[in-house]
C-alpha cells in the first residue's frame, strides 16, 4: 500500500519570497513517480511539476522545483518569487499502474 | 497535453435521483479514471474505466452506486445513482498516460450539490 503524507494545512507566504511545500511518502513499488497539483478555488487540478523514482536530477518547471530525497522518501516543491496568483490547495499526489494516491494537501495564501 | 472536458460543470439535484457526469477527451487515451473529493478533503479515486471492459472500482465504491460506461477511447460517463447529500463533492475524471510519457491531466471538474 502506498501513502502519502502532507503536514502543512496552511501557509502564509509573502509576495515575491519562496515557500516550500512538505510532501513524505511510503511505497513498496521499485518504481514510482511523483507529482505536484495546485488546484485553485475554480475547483480544477492544474498539474505542476513530475518526479520519476529513477530520475537522477530534481525536477524543475519555470518557478517551480522540486527536492526529492529518494532515500527520505521526500519529495518537497519549492515556489520561487510566489506571486498572488499561487494562492490555491497544493497536493502531492504518487502514482501507481496511472492510479493516483494523494495527500491532505496545503493551503496556500499569498500576502501582498 | 490532453484537453480533457467535463459536463455538466455543476449541478444541483435531488435526493434519490442519479446524475450522469460525461468526460471528453480530444485525444484516444487508454486509461480514465474516476476521482471524487468531498467537501474539504482531497481526492479519492472512485474507478478506473478503461475501452473494452469492465471499470475496476476501489474499496468502498461499488458498480450500483457509480455505475461507469467507456464506449471509445475519448469518452466515459459516470453515473451517481440515488443521491444523497453525502454524494456533494467534485467529480473529475482524468486521463491517465501514454506510452512513455507520464502526464496526467485532470478534467475541470463537475460540481455536485445534492438537497
Known amino acids: 500500500a502506498q501513502k502519502i503524507t502532507q503536514t502543512q494545512p496552511g501557509m502564509f507566504v509573502q509576495e515575491k519570497e519562496a515557500v516550500t511545500l512538505d510532501c513524505t511518502y511510503d511505497?513498496?513499488?521499485?518504481?514510482?513517480?511523483l507529482f505536484w497539483y495546485k488546484q485553485p478555488s475554480s475547483g480544477e487540478m492544474i498539474f505542476l511539476i513530475y518526479?520519476?523514482?529513477?530520475?537522477?536530477q530534481n525536477a524543475t518547471e519555470g518557478r517551480y522545483s522540486l527536492n526529492f530525497q529518494k532515500a527520505r522518501k521526500s519529495a518537497n516543491l519549492v515556489i520561487s518569487a510566489s506571486q498572488l496568483g499561487d494562492s490555491a490547495m497544493y497536493f502531492c499526489?504518487?502514482?501507481?499502474?496511472?492510479?493516483?494516491?494523494f495527500g491532505a494537501g496545503t493551503q496556500v495564501v499569498v500576502t501582498p | 497535453s490532453a484537453v480533457i472536458s467535463q459536463k455538466p460543470s455543476r449541478d444541483i439535484c435531488q435526493r434519490g435521483t442519479s446524475l450522469t457526469i460525461q468526460c471528453q477527451v480530444d485525444?484516444?487515451?487508454?486509461?480514465m479514471f474516476w476521482y471524487r473529493q468531498q467537501p474539504g478533503q482531497s481526492l479519492t479515486l472512485i474507478a478506473t474505466?478503461?475501452?473494452?471492459?469492465?471499470?475496476?472500482?476501489e474499496s468502498g465504491f461499488v458498480i450500483d452506486k457509480f455505475p461507469i460506461s467507456r464506449p471509445n477511447l475519448t469518452f466515459s460517463t459516470l453515473t451517481v445513482s440515488n443521491l444523497s447529500p453525502e454524494d456533494s463533492s467534485i467529480y473529475l475524471c482524468s486521463v491517465g498516460p501514454e506510452g512513455q510519457g507520464y502526464e496526467q491531466y485532470f478534467g475541470p471538474g463537475t460540481r455536485l450539490t445534492v438537497t
Open positions: 474505466a478503461n475501452q473494452g471492459s469492465e471499470a475496476t472500482y
Open positions: 485525444s484516444q487515451v487508454t486509461m
Open positions: 499526489a504518487i502514482d501507481s499502474w496511472g492510479k493516483l494516491q
Open positions: 511505497t513498496s513499488d521499485p518504481s514510482y513517480g
Open positions: 518526479q520519476g523514482s529513477y530520475d537522477q
